[in-house]
């Protein structure tokens, strides 16, 4: 049994969704255990417990989120050399760019030597005002959808040894 870890950040609900689609999708796999963990809640020995990863976080202010980061600044170093070669992607929520947040977390795992096994998927809220910024998110269909396409290629891949 493998484990597909989900760590994720949210601040009005749109990667919280994203999370959630991608966790959905990657529990079609039977021989997947996924977990889907709060930025906060999870540690190093979460990711040495896993077998994949989605790192999942909105851009804010062109970086991940904070507790994002301090998520990757509680568990790199107990992580590193580890968990080199694992399969992971990247999820990230965006009024309106995305790729600053997306090229952080990508130094940082290519510094666990981790695999990218698709490009980052980035959803883009649109959301510029200051009032858009505050507001609740809401997916639409074919972003769930990307998001659960995602999370099922990762599982599949990790269920089948395949990554
Ligand atoms: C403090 C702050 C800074 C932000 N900076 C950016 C930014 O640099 N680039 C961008 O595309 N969106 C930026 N945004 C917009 C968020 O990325 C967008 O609202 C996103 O959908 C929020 O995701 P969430 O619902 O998971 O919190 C910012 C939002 C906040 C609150």
Redesign the pocket.
């Known amino acids: 049994m493998k484990t597909l870890l989900i760590v994720?950040?949210?601040?009005?609900?749109?990667?919280?969704?994203?999370a959630e689609a991608a966790a959905d999708g990657a529990r079609g796999e039977p021989a997947l255990t996924v977990r889907l963990c709060a930025a906060r809640d999870a540690g190093p020995h979460d990711v040495l417990a896993a077998d994949g990863y989605l790192f999942?976080?909105?851009?804010?202010?062109?970086?991940m989120?904070g507790l994002l980061k301090d998520f990757f600044d509680r568990s790199y170093y107990a992580a590193l050399d580890r968990i080199n070669g694992r399969p992971y992607a990247i999820l990230?929520?965006?009024?309106?760019?995305?790729r600053?947040?997306a090229a952080q977390i990508e130094r940082i795992a290519t510094g666990w030597r981790l695999k990218a096994i698709a490009e980052p998927l980035i959803?883009?809220?649109h959301?510029?005002s200051p009032a858009?910024?505050?507001?609740?998110?809401t997916l639409d269909d074919d972003q769930r959808r990307r998001c659960a396409e995602l999370g099922a290629t990762l599982g599949a891949g990790l269920a089948l040894g395949i990554f």
Do not use: F, W
């Not at 994720?8 to 994203?18: A, D, I, K, L, P």
């Not at 999942?56 to 970086?63: F, G, H, K, Y």
């Not at 858009?132 to 998110?137: G, R």
């Open positions: 994720y950040h949210s601040m009005t609900g749109g990667t919280r969704q994203m999942a976080s909105p851009e804010n202010l062109a970086a989120s990230i929520s965006a009024g309106s760019d995305g600053s947040a959803v883009c809220t959301a510029q858009a910024i505050l507001a609740a998110k």
